[in-house]
């Protein structure tokens, strides 16, 4: 069954405080693996793509990192700022011809001043 | 560029009664998505449509339609709204950025039905 788990469910910790936020998947076949960033009330927006080959992509203080073989990502948050406060959410794209996207529930985090 | 608009930002429907959703892009993305989110849930494909004048299914689709009249415009209907459609829905496109050599989904702000 193609399923995407992020773990924690949620997360609280300090302003410039790191923290990394996990997603495991069974997806198959693997197109490429997505993060997204979550306001509250808002829609998501990307913040990292990363295909098969791609070990690891930043953008700006985050960090994604892949594992293919183990079908393992993760997303490091470095020096937290308040306006990290969100829920981050891992989605994985199936490689088929209906562009199915499988969505994980996401990791609330939340910073505290 | 407004992105992605949707209305009513949020509704309070009495079940039974029908409701549209509105989606409005000005991207000229052809491919355009309905999912809803509920909470600890990932988001689910309610319908998509990957060009104007075709629909398709998703993972949820039962008790919703949509039609896809022109590239801009995607709404959703639910048309006997049941207590179990309460949700937020979120419309997307897709597209690429600019400069960007992998697609993107793009999303609207979302709308919060309540069916009582």
């Known amino acids: 069954k193609n399923q995407v788990e992020q773990s924690p469910q949620s997360l609280i910790i300090l302003e410039g405080k790191n923290c990394t936020l996990q997603?495991?998947?069974?997806?198959?076949?693997?197109?490429?693996l997505r993060w997204y960033k979550q306001d509250t009330g808002r829609g998501p927006v990307s913040l990292t793509i990363m295909t098969f080959s791609e070990n690891t992509k930043s953008n700006g203080r985050y960090t994604a990192t892949l594992d293919a073989d183990t079908k393992q990502s993760s997303l490091h948050i470095t020096a937290s700022q308040l306006s990290d406060s969100a829920s981050y959410i891992c989605v994985v794209r199936r490689m088929d011809s209906n562009y199915q996207l499988i969505w994980g529930a996401g990791t609330k985090l939340i910073i505290k001043p | 560029t407004a992105g992605i608009t949707q209305a009513p930002t949020s509704q309070i429907l009495a079940a039974g009664r029908s409701m549209t959703l509105r989606c409005t892009q000005d991207?000229?993305?052809?491919?355009m998505y309905w999912y809803r989110q509920d909470l600890g849930l990932g988001l689910r494909l309610i319908h998509y449509s990957n060009t104007a004048g075709t629909t398709g299914k998703g993972e949820v689709p039962d008790g919703y339609s949509v039609s896809r009249a022109n590239t801009d415009d995607f709404p959703l209907t639910l048309a006997s709204a049941v207590p179990s459609q309460t949700s937020v829905y979120f419309c997307a496109s897709r597209g690429f950025l600019a400069g960007g050599t992998s697609d993107e989904q793009f999303f609207g702000p979302g709308t919060r039905l309540t069916v009582l």
């Open positions: 991207m000229r993305h052809n491919a």
């Open positions: 997603c495991n998947y069974t997806v198959s076949p693997f197109s490429n």
